[in-house]
């Protein structure tokens, strides 16, 4: 099992990016996938998830509008739109897999976890 992250970037405050998880080795049919970020000397954050299993998507009160997690099943990449961000919402974003297909803010409940990618919002 394999997740990469990819897509981080510096943007601007008020911007917009999208982030990917390219997922090997797993079926997005059988594996909640959530995003999670974690800042500079602070534990990882619940963003994000999706679970096909009830064709839901969930989010945290603070990213609720702005973010939108979607799939491509056939390409197994889960993908996280950010618009509007803020600077604090710089960090290391984290895609990670959990079975059964079920999400949850969590982190301990996930197995199998990507590398990260870097995102900074800054002028």
């Known amino acids: 099992v394999q997740l990469v992250e990819s897509g981080g970037d510096l943007v601007p405050p008020g911007g917009s990016l999208t982030i990917s998880c390219a997922t090997t080795g797993i079926s997005l049919d059988d594996y909640a996938i959530g995003w999670f970020r974690q800042a500079p000397g602070k534990g990882r954050e619940g963003v994000s998830c999706?679970?096909?299993?009830?064709?839901?998507?969930y989010y945290v009160d603070a990213v609720r509008g702005r973010f939108t997690i979607s799939s491509d099943n056939a390409k197994k990449i889960v993908y996280l739109q950010m618009s509007d961000l803020k600077v604090e919402e710089s960090g290391v974003y984290f895609c990670?897999?959990?079975?059964?297909?079920?999400?949850?803010?969590?982190?301990?409940?996930?197995?199998?976890w990507g590398q990260g990618t870097q995102v900074t919002v800054s002028s």
């Open positions: 990670a897999a959990r079975s059964p297909n079920k999400c949850g803010w969590y982190d301990g409940f996930y197995s199998y």
């Open positions: 999706l679970s096909n299993s009830d064709l839901r998507t």
